[in-house]
C-alpha cells in the first residue's frame, strides 16, 4: 500500500497539534532531526518497513 508513512505522518500531526501551525512545524521539525523528511513523502511514495517501524515508535512516545 504506498502512501503509508504520509498518513502515519500526517495523522502525527493530527493528534499532537491539531490546527495549530506552530506545533505542526514543531513535530515537522523533530521527524526531521530523527531523520523522517515529511516534505519527501506523499501519496506516492514506497513504503519502506524501516521508516514506518520509526514512525510508529514516534507516534507512541509523541502522543502520550
Known amino acids: 500500500m504506498a502512501g503509508k508513512i504520509?498518513?502515519?505522518i500526517d495523522a502525527i500531526l493530527a493528534r499532537r497539534a491539531d490546527d495549530n501551525?506552530?506545533?505542526?512545524?514543531?513535530?515537522?521539525?523533530?521527524l526531521i532531526l530523527k531523520g523522517i523528511n515529511p516534505a519527501k513523502y506523499?501519496?506516492?511514495s514506497f513504503d519502506?518497513?524501516?521508516?514506518?517501524?520509526?514512525?510508529?515508535?514516534?507516534a507512541q512516545e509523541l502522543c502520550r
Do not use: F, G, H, W
Not at 21 to 30: A, F, G, P, S
Open 6 to 8: 504520509k498518513q502515519m
Open 21 to 30: 501551525e506552530l506545533l505542526q512545524r514543531v513535530i515537522k521539525t523533530k
Open 42 to 44: 506523499d501519496e506516492q
Open 48 to 58: 519502506d518497513p524501516a521508516i514506518i517501524a520509526r514512525l510508529e515508535k514516534m
